[in-house]
């Protein structure tokens, strides 16, 4: 069976990054991004047997829903220098490893892995991909959109740190957000985003959201509804609130809904994977001085080291101390 596991970079990036303390390199330079981002990935290989592996990143460039939302994404915080100083290392890593990475200016991963998504589960004669499942890696909710029962794409997301995690399907999704995958960017379109910042219509929260959709496929029905009369069931002041935000309500859709038809080009060839033992994520593992990392990567038994000495969090602390996390 072919396995493609798709990782979302900079999910699992910022997970990696909030998940331990600063980690020093011998040349000073904080890399704990790069140590969880790669300890991932040996784990994700272990587990899941890939015969297929890509990362998909952002771009730094805006994308297209800021030039159809000026407001979108406006709240949040900038990335720390920390952080994004552990972007080309977590690429060249990643590039060791020999995964190919796909990102497009103008659009986010989650577009990329979308597409991706979308073309590897055309399983027809005339395709050239050909690919029977697809394990999506993030921790972002709004991938759980692309999670698809039939054509077996199920979705990843790290539960505790980055050392556990569960296996979404439809039923899993429905449980968490209470509407199945199909319905998330109908549920957003109404209840909004505070992380995204996209306004949803005014005072319909999640529960409202959620009772609005049961009986119907999208929001665009419960406007047709609306506007024929057949919402009798819904109250007066929720129906108001809907009306007076109809235009918020289809631009928040727009905004959440994952694109499928990104300009990518996606090489299944490419993609294949035999083994993450190649001699350049060897060497990249011992020029970071990686040991445990390396240790695992090639099979062998680690020595449990001797407990450290307790440290203040916002302590510094060099390789080595935190490699049993993982």
Known sequence: MNRLVIVDGNAI?????????PLTAPDGSIVNAVYGFVSILIRLYREFSPTHMVVAFDRPKPTFRKEMFEGYQIKRPKME?????????????VRAFDIPIYEKDGFEADDVIGTITERSKIKDQRSKIHIDEIIIVTGDRDILQLVDDKNGVKVFMPTKGISEGKVYSSADVVERMGVPPEKIADFKALAGDSSDNYPGVAGIGPKTAIDLLKDVNHVEDIYLRLEKGMLKDVSSGVQEKLKKDKANALLSKDLATIRKNAPIVFEEKGARIETLETSEAIEFLEMMQFHTLLKRLLHIEEVEEPKKTEKKQEDRKPMGEQQALF
């Open 13 to 21: 990036l910022h997970r990696a990054y909030h998940a331990l303390p």
């Open 81 to 93: 220098d920390d952080l994004s100083g552990q972007i080309e290392k977590v690429h060249e890593a």
